[in-house]
């Protein structure tokens, strides 16, 4: 993997001032980088690859990751990658500053299986932002954390940027409801969409946007909102449930 990386951010130094691209595919189980070449009309600041690049690629391996570089940009997916993911379904790789970060494939937010510490709230709200342009850790979780004395939400909320909202008039899209569903602690999550509904994903149950109202209201415990929260981009996360933002 050393070597793979390395050469990634070789390739993209040969490329600069423009973005280079291509593909991390799997050949006999091994992991191998297919270069292709950027045809944005602005490949400094853009890239594109033709679909006959992407068919090429396909008969060489299975495609693991579309791999691309910031030359003076963020190390952080722009919106407009996030929602080419959306459509690849696969892990994106980016090289900016002589670092190869991974930005795993992220499911479709609705409509998923719940698989607890694997697909479950907390990766629901945690992919939601990861869409919207904030990375969060993927804490280890074990099932029924909430009666074995562990208290996951509120003991990260605060360290993750969050701060807790008082007044539940003030709910604002993006937004992070917490719930407290038959135990002594927080133990449910979900992200506030507007209009009064409630994205969340509950143990034995597809991914959904709910109303917030009557149960749901009921069993909230706590609101909270990213601090930075105006630096974020809801219109990806958006665009995956078929909304627009307002």
Known sequence: MAQLKQQL????KQQEPCEMCGFVISVNGKNQ?????????KPESYFEISPEEWIKAEHFGEIVAVVHSHPDGEPTLSSADRKMQLLTQVDWWLVCDDEVMVFPNILPLLGREFKHGDVDCYTLFRDFYQLAGFTMPNFSRSDDWWEKGEDLYLDNMAKQGFERIDDIHQLQLGDVILMQVGANVANHAGIYLGNQLVLHHSPKRLSKRDVYDGYWLKHTHS???????SRLDFTVPLSSLGQHFN
């Open 223 to 229: 609101i909270w909102r990213f601090k930075e929260w």
């Open 9 to 12: 951010i070789d390739y993209a």
């Open 33 to 41: 980088f297919y270069p292709c070449e950027n045809i944005s009309s």
